[in-house]
C-alpha cells in the first residue's frame, strides 16, 4: 500500500470507502512505513486533509511514527499533527496521542494543544487531559505545572519527563499535602518521593513530611530524598530519624540492607558529613556481594570509600549490568583509576548499534563524559549517536540521550573535532 502511495504521488485519495485495518493494525502500518522515506511522506500527503476522519487520522499517525524515527525537524509534519487537534474527536486523540511521546521537538504544538484542552472541558475534565498533560511535561512547557496539581493521584500520574525543580513552588504544596494525609495511593507517594529526590535542596520544605515517613514502608524513598536535599534537611528529626533507621532491625526474614540501612546511612553523611555510618553500613553491604544502591553510595563517597576498593574491584566483571556499572562509577570515584572503569563501561554501550538507548546505556554515557579524557575510547561511539539521522527510541529518550552524548563529547575532548552533519547520513536527501 506504501508504495502504491508512493507512486500516486502528492495526490489526495478518492472519497472511496476506507476498509480501516483497525486501530491497532493501523499504528502498526504507520510504524512500519516509517522507515521508508517516500512510501512514509506519500502516506502523509495521500490522507491529511481528506474528506474521511479516518483518512485523516491515518495522516496523523504517519506523521507521529516517522517523527518518531527520524530526527529531522520536519515542521510541516508537525504541523499536520497539530492540525489534527482541530478535527473530529477521533483525529484530534490521535493527535494528541503523538504529542504525549514528542518531547521537546514537539514544543511548538504546545498552544494549540492547550486550546484543545479548554475547548474540550478543560484540564479538570476533558477526555484526553491525561495525555495532554505527560505532553506538555514532556515539552517542559510550565502550565503543565497547574495541571499536574489539579490531577494529582489519578493512576496516570506518572509522566515520561521528570518534573523540573522550578516547578517546586507550585507543586509542593500539594506534595505534601498528599504525603501527609498518609491515605493517598502508595504507587503516587511512591512517585512524589522520587520527584522531591531529583528536584534536591528544592525540596526542602517537604522535610517534615519525609521525616515523618522514615518510621513507614516508603521509608528508603524518604531517606534517598532527605539525602538528595542534603545539609538543607539537617533538622534534628531528621538526622534522629536516620540514625535510627540505620540501625533498625527490617523484620522477619530481611537482612538489615534490604531494610534500607544502606540508604538511611548515605543520606545521614549527606545531611552531617559524617560517613562513618555510611561507610561501615555501605562497605558490609559491599562485602556481601550486593550491587544497588550501595555502589552508588560507595561512589558518592568517593575517596573516602578507599578501604573498600578492593571489594568493589571484582565486581567490574559480575553478571548483573547494572552491577557492573555501578561498581565501573564507584571504582573511579573510590581510586581515580579509570582505565578498568572504562573497560568495563564500553560494553555497555553496545545496544546503540542498533539504534536504541536504555535506562543504563544513558547512564553509562554520562558516567563516561564524568571520567573524561580518559573515556577516549567512548568518542566513536558517541559522535555516531550525536551525528545520527535517526532516532534511538522515542522522542523523550532519544533527546536525553542525544544531550548525554554532547556533554560526554565536550568533556571527553574539550577541542571540536569533525563531525558528520545530521543529514548526510543514509537519509539524506529524503522529502
Sequence with gaps: MARGLAAAGKQRLPDVPWW????????????????????????????????????????????????????????????????????????ASASVEVLA?????????????????????????????????????GMDDDRAADWYAARLGRFWFNTPAPLPARWAPRLL??????????????????????????????????????????????????????????????????????GALVTAEPGPGRRRWHGGAQTAAWAYWRLTGDPEQALRVCGAAARAGLGQPVLRHLADLGPQAAPYADTVRPLLTCPGAWSRVGAAEAWWRITGDAAPAVAALLPEL?????????????????????????????????HEVTSSSRRYGSIPADEELDRAARRALTAIAPTPTPTRARGTGPAAGRP
Excluded at 20 to 41: I, N, Q, T, Y
Design 20 to 91: 480501516s485495518l483497525g486501530h491497532e493494525r493501523d499504528k502498526c502500518f504507520v510504524e512500519l512505513s516509517a522507515p521508508h522515506p517516500h512510501a512514509s511522506a506519500a502516506l502523509v500527503e495521500a490522507t491529511a486533509g481528506h474528506q474521511r476522519a479516518e483518512l485523516r487520522r491515518v495522516a496523523v499517525l504517519a506523521a507521529g511514527a516517522r517523527l518518531r524515527y527520524w530526527r529531522d525537524p520536519a515542521p510541516e509534519l508537525w504541523e499536520t499533527v497539530a492540525a489534527g487537534l482541530d478535527d473530529e474527536r477521533e483525529v
Design 101 to 137: 511521546g514528542g518531547g521537546t521537538a514537539s514544543a511548538p504544538c504546545a498552544d494549540r494543544l492547550v486550546r484543545h484542552i479548554e475547548r474540550s472541558g478543560g484540564a479538570a475534565v476533558a477526555g484526553d487531559a491525561d495525555l495532554a498533560l505527560r505532553a506538555l511535561v
Design 173 to 242: 504544596p500539594v506534595f505534601r499535602h498528599h504525603l501527609a494525609d498518609g491515605g493517598g495511593r502508595p504507587d503516587t507517594t511512591a512517585r512524589i518521593l522520587r520527584t522531591l529526590a531529583l528536584w534536591g535542596p528544592a525540596a526542602a520544605p517537604a522535610v517534615p513530611e519525609l521525616v515523618a515517613l522514615l518510621d513507614s514502608p516508603a521509608a528508603r524513598a524518604a531517606a534517598e530524598a532527605l539525602g538528595a536535599i542534603g545539609p538543607a534537611a539537617a533538622t534534628r528529626k531528621a538526622v534522629a530519624g536516620l
Design 350 to 382: 553496545a545496544p546503540l548499534a542498533g539504534h536504541t538507548t536504555t535506562p543504563l546505556v544513558l547512564r553509562t554515557v554520562r558516567i563516561l563524559g564524568a571520567v573524561g579524557s580518559p573515556a577516549a575510547a567512548a568518542l566513536p561511539a558517541l
